[in-house]
């Protein structure tokens, strides 16, 4: 302002001093000429103006060039705003040094240096590409601009890595040119499509181990059942033995198979409300007695824990496995805690975790101070025969039994781990209304064998159906058998007396096993239904327990199994037909 004010301080200067000059030349002239006076004065008046005009121009260009500084300043600010509020990274380096100008803070972020580090650093600090690859990336922004260089790796302050998307562009600046590289991070991205990856991975491997054991347990019922029979009808003693060793070997083989089933979730579980609490105190002896003296065990239960819905013996075995594989990462001892308490999971924390819906869960943590496992381990940690023990030291489905268990009660399980500092299982099952419901761990009363009602037997498979069919036989029962859905109700149809029991394989060719009911039952009502299966997809998918719909004995089972569950079913439906109408 103060140089607006100088212009016209200037020209009243000059005409004060125009009008003076007049007044002195009027005085002193003797003419005293009213002429003379008059041209003074006017010429000082046409100074005057000429002068105020100029300063006023000039006030008005000072206040419009301040005006468009403070513009251009605003202006400035905002672009660094929107540039520093911007989620994906942003920086400019020079074309010809390679060297950074400037950067936002999301690239700040990302990168993990300050914004005074990253000014004049060379791009190929932050680069984790060869220097070829990245010049060679560059000629190619220099002469076809924008261009997209794609997913490339980023290498932070700290040498790790990210996983970022690139697009660059071309900016002069005078004589120099700058390129312009917006930096979009997909780490995230990454991680959730990985663990996508991962859970269809396991879906099929799941598929595959279910299917194996399907077929497996139909040859393993026909090796129990007739080393079975053999062992119980024969007064040779080598023989009985031979029998013996090999039951024991196929309850091996059967052992690996509920493994696999459980893996694939499709092992049938018995079901009940109850609290976590209550279950694993019972389990502490047997911990103690798979822990060595050089393992603390150490417990944390919350008082307040909520009760789940799941089979609390698969989940005693689950624990079991867990433990059992923290006694192994810890060979020169260590600590094993379990610890239990409630969590509420929102749809954030559940986020890459398909097939989980967010809400009230129960947690259980089991911890150890082991070995530890690297990140590629940890990747392959529950798919079934993975294993890092030696030749002979595990099948490597514990994990994998672990993590079935899990998912087919309706939770999810997740591991975290470093090498030298143990590893962290955390099991989420949802929590349930309701009052928990009495565990008893008290076996059965005997149910007697035998009988001499009508079954029909249906059995694709011909060493499991001749196996079948000669135990049932023994046990005193009429057996009408049949490999297939179709003979079996041609076979119905033509049987003038009463068929008490349908004993018959789920899966068959053509009508499947519950076809097959569902037809048989049209024509013969009072007959009861059992079925059976290596593979109870069938039996699973109407919810709950199969054992307590329709009657279900999984695949492999004895001789003696099978006649006591034939003999529950046939009493049950009785029971059923006896009872009054209500």
């Given at each position: ?119 004049d650093r060379p791009i190929y600090d932050i680069i984790a590409h060869e220097k070829a690859s990245v010049d060679a990336n560059l000629q190619r922004v220099l002469k076809t601009p924008p261009f997209v260089v794609g997913e490339r790796q980023y290498r932070r302050k700290d040498g790790s890595t990210v996983a970022v998307e690139i697009g660059t562009n071309l900016l002069k600046e005078g ?131 909520g009760p789940v819905r799941a089979d609390p013996g698969q989940l005693q075995q689950v624990l079991l496995n867990l433990a059992v594989n923290a006694r192994d990462a810890m060979p020169e001892g260590g600590e094993l805690r379990i610890v239990t308490r409630n969590v509420v999971l929102s749809e954030r924390s559940l986020a890459g975790i398909p097939r989980v819906e967010p809400g009230p ?222």
């Open positions: 302002m103060a140089s607006g004010r100088a212009p016209s301080l200037v020209a009243w200067t000059v005409l004060v001093a125009g009008v003076v000059s007049s007044g002195l030349v009027f005085v002193h002239q003797t003419s005293r000429s009213v002429a003379s006076l008059a041209a003074g004065l006017a010429i000082s008046a046409l100074a005057f103006g000429l002068l105020w005009s100029l300063t006023g121009t000039r006030r008005r260009s000072l206040a419009l060039a301040e005006r468009m500084a403070e513009s251009r300043r605003r202006s400035e600010e905002r672009y660094r705003r929107v540039v520093d509020a911007s989620t994906d990274g942003l920086y400019l380096f020079d074309a010809d040094t390679k060297r950074i100008v400037d950067s936002n803070a999301a690239l700040q972020r990302i990168v993990g240096y300050t914004a005074e580090e990253l000014i004589e120099r040119t700058l390129v312009v590289t917006v930096v979009h991070d997909i780490s995230e991205r990454r991680s959730l499509e990985e663990r996508l990856r991962q859970s269809q991975k396991m879906e099929a491997i799941g598929r595959l181990a279910g299917g194996v054991a399907h077929d497996f347990n139909n040859v393993l019922t026909a090796i129990l059942g007739y080393a079975e029979l053999l062992e119980t009808g024969s007064r040779d003693e080598e023989v009985r033995r031979n029998a013996e060793e090999i039951r024991k070997a196929a309850d091996r083989a059967a052992a690996l198979t509920r493994q696999l089933l459980a893996f694939s979730r499709r092992q049938v579980l018995q079901p009940k409300v109850f609290n976590l609490n209550s279950v694993i105190p019972e389990m502490d002896t047997m911990l103690r007695r798979i822990l060595r003296e050089d393992i603390r065990l150490v417990v944390s239960l919350d008082p307040e824990l869960y129960v947690r259980l943590d089991v911890s150890d101070t082991g070995l530890g496992m690297d990140p590629e381990v940890q990747a392959h940690a529950f798919e079934p025969f993975f294993t890092t023990k030696e030749r002979g030291g595990g099948t490597g489905l514990g994990l994998s039994m672990v993590y079935g268990t899990v998912k087919q009660s309706g939770g999810y399980i997740t591991v975290a781990s470093e090498v030298g500092r143990g590893t962290s299982f955390q099991i989420h099952l949802p929590r349930v209304e309701g009052q928990p419901e009495m565990i008893s761990g008290a076996s059965p009363r005997p149910i007697p064998r035998g009988g001499s009602e009508t079954i029909l037997l249906v059995e694709d498979e011909g060493s499991v159906r001749n196996l079948a069919r000669a135990a049932l036989a023994k046990a005193g029962y009429t057996v009408l058998a049949a490999s297939g859905a179709e003979e079996a109700l041609t076979i119905a149809r033509g049987h003038r007396g009463p068929i008490h029991l349908l004993l018959s394989d789920m899966v068959l060719p053509g009508l499947s096993g519950r076809r097959l009911a569902q037809e048989l039952v049209t024509f013969r009502p009072e007959t009861a239904i059992l079925f059976m299966s290596g593979y109870p997809d069938g039996a699973l998918a109407e919810g709950g327990s199969p054992e307590t719909a329709a009657g279900f004995l999984q695949k492999p089972f004895t001789p003696e199994t099978l006649g006591r569950r034939v003999r529950k079913t046939i009493d049950a439906a009785g029971r059923k037909t006896a009872s009054p109408p209500s």
